[in-house]
């Protein structure tokens, strides 16, 4: 006889073993069976994370966990070889009453052992395949070390850099976070989580994490409602349609309610509105946080308040482990509420196929394989962006005999890997002079200086500096960033370079030969100094294990760059916040400062080529059109140099007049393509009135208004006319 649920085949039941652990039964089943069987106790601890093994995050050193309970719903795992992971698995499936595993978590961010470029630079190749490719091989160096969980994509649109994390996500703007988002979220999770080499992914900081004031960490976030929907949710949502397992609630207080206790953002909009069914973990320690906030008296009040907003589990703070069965028995928390919180713990555990094989296999010769460096290679190629290349045409560098490799980021792997850097390791990177002396050691002599630190006062290595640079026919000079400027807690009150690097090229440029700067940083930098010194400017920004190799291709011409960024570089720093996306004044422009430009130092999009491209008219297939027709706008573009290059268009809308205002343009649709000499190609953006020339209101609510809008591509317009 059937059952209810559909089961037919009741053999576990005279059997005796439990519905959970038969995997021909549905998932959900599977999830409602155990957690029938479950105490409260038990399904408490399903809702915490503890952390195993070192702890390499530096910014929160959280309390030693001296005997693990074999019930503990999840661990982050800080190692790279699974021994000691599945020793603890064993005693989750061994040694707890029900045998439920643990789910392990890590921070691989931009790679776990092959690191690749940082989030922000992958931004600026445009190449979101590329990406995806890039998190897959993450995803499986990842799984089988024994870690099921990665906690990226980070997809906080920024706007300031004086922001440490604006390294961490994809830029300013919300739709290529969000495009970015859906790519990753792909390629950590491939086809099936239960795969051994895809991992959850985790969307964060859910959410407006990147509006934090002035830039500083962890602060009070002002964010209209209009402006959560417009542009800090886009991401979230498309992660979420891309099947994001989990997400990670934000440190940062949300106009007044902080991320890791907001019901709006995690039951009314994640749970309730885009159907999430997975769970958020909260950032490290924001339960406890809400304290410091002014959200909550007591560990416990805030237990209940986070709890109650729809945050599942408790990153560190120990607040649910100590606290939910007293709000239980109190009637301050539901049943139902731990019910439905821990049915998605379950869930995605389920998902991940951790209930049938729970032990991760030991692997040789997982990390820095032949085509995951490859990877490396290309993103951090595609990632550099060719901000100037004066008239004389300094690069590409062809002929010179003697090449001066000057600087402190010249010879230096570790600050090349960028923050959250995972496991990768020094002296995997190829060093920007080792590239250099690989691409152009055989025709000319290659000579180094370090000239002096990121930062300090010690003019000692100038005079060396100097002297190479005198000696030399071009001089590449490489400036940049500590990894430890960027990621979180790292802020800085001035993007600028230490004056002191800027002397050293102040004082090199004086000798009169050409200089190439090379910088390496996590952020946009205040660069109003340093251009007129410089004959050519190449931003690779922290483009890890490979960029040393990618770099050189791009001096030597071997690769021809195709970067476009994906943040603006403000003049300096008193423009910011300065991003392109702006909305309207009331005068028709964005008002100017006495004192300075009110134009930034480059903006959004931009990024040259070796080559040139020409661009013909757009045209439309119709200019005027009903909601629910589909228009097609084509614009054809020629490389009319002698190289073969990449070209992104960037499509963008502008809504002239709407009843909420509109920035005064938006990306909508990009297209990256190679072209070879002379070749023309016809790109295309595919208009969906509804996808893409809707707005959503402060409420939530999708509409869309008829009239004019106005398609953007490389400066040119077309007129469009939405009727009935
Ligand atoms: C960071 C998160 C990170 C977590 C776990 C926190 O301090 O804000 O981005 O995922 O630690 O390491």
């Not at 409260?40 to 030693?64: C, F, H, P, S, W």
């Not at 997809?155 to 290529?176: F, K, N, Q």
């Not at 002014?294 to 589990?313: D, F, Q, S, Y």
């Amino acid at each position: 006889m059937a059952r209810p649920d559909g089961i037919t085949d009741l053999s576990h039941i005279r059997a005796k073993t439990p519905l959970y652990k038969d995997k021909s039964v549905p998932a959900e089943i599977r999830v409602d069976n155990l957690l029938g069987l479950m105490t409260l106790d038990e399904k408490i601890m399903q809702l915490n994370q503890y952390t195993l093994g070192r702890n390499n995050n530096a910014n929160n050193v959280g309390e030693e966990v001296v005997n693990i309970p074999a019930e503990i719903g999840s661990l982050i795992y800080f190692d790279t070889d699974p021994a000691l992971r599945n020793a603890m698995q064993r005693r989750a499936m061994e040694e707890s009453r029900l045998g439920i595993p643990v789910i392990f978590g890590y921070d691989a961010i931009h790679g776990f052992r092959t690191v690749y470029p940082i989030s922000l630079a992958q931004a600026c190749s445009w190449n979101p395949a590329l990406v995806r490719k890039a998190c897959s091989v993450s995803a499986r160096e990842s799984r089988m070390s024994g870690v099921d969980w990665t906690f990226s994509p980070m997809i906080d649109v920024a706007r300031d850099p004086r922001w440490g994390r604006v390294a961490e996500g994809y830029g300013e703007d919300p739709y290529l976070n969000a495009v970015y988002c859906a790519a990753s979220v792909k390629g950590y999770q491939g086809k099936s989580l239960s795969d051994s080499t895809t991992v959850a992914a985790c969307l964060k900081h859910y959410v407006g994490y990147g509006a934090s004031e002035a830039g500083r960490d962890y602060v009070y976030t002002e964010i209209s409602p209009q402006t959560l929907w417009d542009t800090y949710l886009p991401p979230y949502e498309a992660g979420v349609k891309a099947g994001a397992a989990t997400l990670m609630s934000s440190f940062n207080d949300i106009s007044g309610v902080p991320g890791s206790a907001n019901r709006h953002t995690m039951t009314d909009i994640l749970k309730n509105k885009w159907k999430h069914d997975g769970f958020i973990v909260s950032d490290w320690g924001a339960i406890e946080q809400l304290k410091n906030q002014g959200l909550a008296a007591t560990k416990k009040e805030a237990a209940m308040r986070a709890l109650n907003a729809g945050l599942e589990m408790d990153m560190m703070s120990h607040a649910y482990d100590r606290h939910l069965a007293e709000l239980v028995a109190e009637g301050k928390v539901s049943e139902a509420t731990i019910d439905d919180a821990v049915r998605r713990v379950l869930r995605v555990k389920m998902r991940l196929g951790l209930f049938d094989n729970p032990y991760t296999p030991d692997v040789p010769d997982r990390f820095l394989r032949p085509a995951d460096l490859k990877i490396a290679s290309e993103l951090a190629a595609e990632s550099m962006v060719l901000l100037k290349n004066d008239s004389t045409l300094t690069l590409p560098l062809r002929n010179v005999r003697r090449i001066a490799v000057i600087g402190p980021l010249a010879d230096n792997g570790k600050d090349l890997l960028g923050n959250w850097l995972g496991h990768g390791q020094a002296e995997d990177v190829v060093t920007l002079r080792q590239g250099i002396v690989s691409e152009f050691g055989k025709d000319s002599e290659i000579r180094y200086a370090e000239g002096c630190a990121l930062d300090g006062h010690d003019r000692s290595g100038f005079k060396t500096a100097l002297e190479t640079a005198r000696w030399a026919d071009v001089v590449v000079l490489c400036l940049g960033e500590s990894l430890r400027w960027s990621g979180e807690n790292a802020s800085r009150s001035s993007i600028a370079l230490p004056a002191f690097q800027e002397q050293l090229a102040e004082e090199i440029s004086r000798l009169g030969k050409p200089v190439v700067l090379v910088l390496a940083n996590g952020r946009p930098l205040e660069l109003n100094r340093l251009e007129p010194l410089a004959n050519a400017i190449l931003e690779i920004w922290q483009p890890g294990i490979r960029g040393g190799e990618a770099m050189a291709g791009i001096l030597s011409g071997r690769i021809n760059p195709s970067g476009k960024l994906a943040i603006t570089f403000p003049w300096s720093t008193g423009q910011i916040p300065v991003y392109y996306n702006r909305r309207k004044s009331g005068r028709g422009h964005q008002g100017f400062y006495q004192d300075i430009t009110s134009e930034p130092m480059y903006p959004f999009g931009h990024g040259l080529s070796y080559t040139t491209f020409e661009y013909g008219e757009p045209t439309a297939s119709k200019t005027e059109f009903r909601r629910n027709e589909k228009i097609k706008v084509s614009v054809p573009v020629t490389n009319t140099g002698d190289m073969e290059g990449a070209e992104t268009v960037l499509w963008f809308i502008s809504d002239p007049y709407c009843s909420i205002t509109r920035p005064v343009r938006e990306l909508k649709h990009f297209e990256k393509r190679s072209l070879k000499p002379g070749e023309t190609a016809v790109m295309v953006f595919n208009i969906d009135p509804w996808r893409d020339l809707s707005y959503v209101d402060s409420d939530g609510k999708r509409f869309l208004e008829t009239g004019e809008y106005n398609v953007i591509v490389n400066g040119m317009k077309i007129r469009l006319n939405l009727t009935e």
